[in-house]
């Protein structure tokens, strides 16, 4: 599975940014997909995760300003990051949790390359 991101750069605080990521490649199944991010200095944390049905799951400390979202019949997610702060400057990295094989007994973790996010003024 390869995941490309899009969308990072420098916003303002306040501002938004959406940032994108699109799964190719050979797979069975991807049965959800999610952003983390990494902070200098900090442990990787999830900000967000969608399921193949459609359950999401957000940090606590974006609830209410970010959103994730899947494209129908597609394997596109979407992270639309509003009021954003400048704690939220971060690697914002893609992840798809997935099956190669229908045979295999759980996912596999596959990664994007990462797209910085940095909030100043």
């Known amino acids: 599975v390869q995941l490309a991101e899009s969308g990072g750069g420098l916003v303002q605080p306040g501002g938004s940014l959406r940032l994108s990521c699109a799964a190719s490649?050979?797979?069975?199944?991807?049965?959800?997909m999610g952003w983390y991010r990494q902070a200098p200095g900090k442990q990787r944390e999830l900000v967000a995760r969608i399921t193949s049905a459609g359950r999401t799951t957000l940090a606590d400390s974006v609830k209410g300003r970010f959103s994730i979202s899947r494209e129908k019949d597609s394997n596109r997610v979407h992270l639309q990051m509003n009021n954003i702060k400048p704690e939220d400057t971060a690697v914002y990295s893609c992840?798809?949790?997935?099956?190669?094989?229908?045979?295999?007994?759980?996912?596999?973790?596959?990664w994007g390359q990462g797209t910085q996010v940095t909030v100043s003024s």
């Open positions: 490649g050979s797979f069975y199944t991807i049965n959800s």
């Open positions: 992840n798809a949790a997935a099956k190669t094989r229908p045979q295999d007994p759980y996912d596999r973790m596959f």
